[in-house]
C-alpha cells in the first residue's frame, strides 16, 4: 500500500477532537476555512483563505469524537519534552540520530516541536497552543538532526 494513501486515513482520524476554543479556531483557517483574512503576528505576509478548502474539521469531530485513545508517532527533529502545551501528552520516545539509539528524543531544531504542536497542542483560549487533536498521545522519534537533515 502507498505510505501517503495509508497516512491520509489516519490524518483524517487524527484531526478528530473536541471542539477547539473560539478564539483560536476562527483563525486556524485548515479547520474551518470560511476565507478569513490572516496575517503573521507583524502584520505582514497577509493572505485570504479560500472557503471550503480545510480538513472539514466539525465533520470529522462529530463522526469520531475526542483523540484520547489516539496515539501519533512523530517522526522529526524530536520534541522539547519540557513544552508545557505537549508535556502531558508525551509518551516515551526514541532518538536515531548519530548511529546510536538513546531515550532521549529532545528537540534541538524546534520543527518537530511546531509539528507536534500542530497535532496535539494543549494550550488555553489565552495562551498557548491549541492542536487540532489536543488529547492525543505523541511518540517522539528523533531521526532529524539540529540542521533538520535525517
Not at 4 to 31: E, V
Not at 44 to 62: A, E, F, H, N, S
Given at each position: 500500500?502507498?505510505f501517503r494513501k495509508a497516512l491520509a486515513g489516519?490524518?483524517?482520524?487524527?484531526?478528530?477532537?473536541?471542539?477547539?476554543?473560539?478564539?483560536?479556531?476562527?483563525?486556524?483557517?485548515?479547520?474551518?476555512?470560511?476565507?478569513?483574512?490572516?496575517?503573521?503576528?507583524?502584520?505582514?505576509?497577509?493572505?485570504?483563505?479560500?472557503p471550503g478548502r480545510d480538513i472539514k474539521y466539525?465533520?470529522?469531530?462529530?463522526?469520531?469524537g475526542d483523540c484520547s485513545r489516539v496515539t501519533?508517532?512523530?517522526?522529526?527533529?524530536?520534541?522539547?519534552?519540557?513544552?508545557?502545551?505537549?508535556?502531558?501528552?508525551?509518551?516515551?520516545?526514541?532518538?536515531?540520530?548519530?548511529?546510536?539509539?538513546?531515550?532521549?528524543?529532545?528537540?534541538?531544531?524546534?520543527?518537530?516541536?511546531?509539528?507536534?504542536?500542530?497535532?496535539?497542542?494543549?494550550?488555553?483560549?489565552?495562551?498557548?497552543?491549541?492542536?487540532?487533536?489536543?488529547?492525543?498521545?505523541?511518540?517522539?522519534?528523533?531521526?532529524?538532526?539540529?540542521?533538520?537533515?535525517?
Amino acid at each position: 500500500m502507498d505510505f501517503r494513501k495509508a497516512l491520509a486515513g489516519t490524518f483524517l482520524f487524527m484531526a478528530s477532537i473536541a471542539p477547539a476554543y473560539g478564539a483560536i479556531f476562527d483563525t486556524q483557517w485548515a479547520l474551518q476555512n470560511t476565507g478569513q483574512h490572516n496575517c503573521n503576528f507583524r502584520g505582514q505576509r497577509c493572505t485570504d483563505g479560500i472557503p471550503g478548502r480545510d480538513i472539514k474539521y466539525k465533520l470529522v469531530t462529530r463522526k469520531f469524537g475526542d483523540c484520547s485513545r489516539v496515539t501519533v508517532a512523530v517522526l522529526d527533529s524530536g520534541i522539547d519534552l519540557r513544552h508545557p502545551d505537549l508535556a502531558a501528552n508525551l509518551l516515551s520516545g526514541k532518538n536515531f540520530v548519530g548511529g546510536q539509539v538513546s531515550d532521549d528524543p529532545q528537540d534541538d531544531n524546534l520543527h518537530g516541536t511546531h509539528v507536534a504542536g500542530i497535532i496535539a497542542g494543549a494550550g488555553t483560549e489565552t495562551s498557548g497552543v491549541v492542536g487540532v487533536c489536543r488529547r492525543a498521545r505523541i511518540l517522539p522519534v528523533k531521526v532529524g538532526d539540529s540542521q533538520g537533515y535525517l
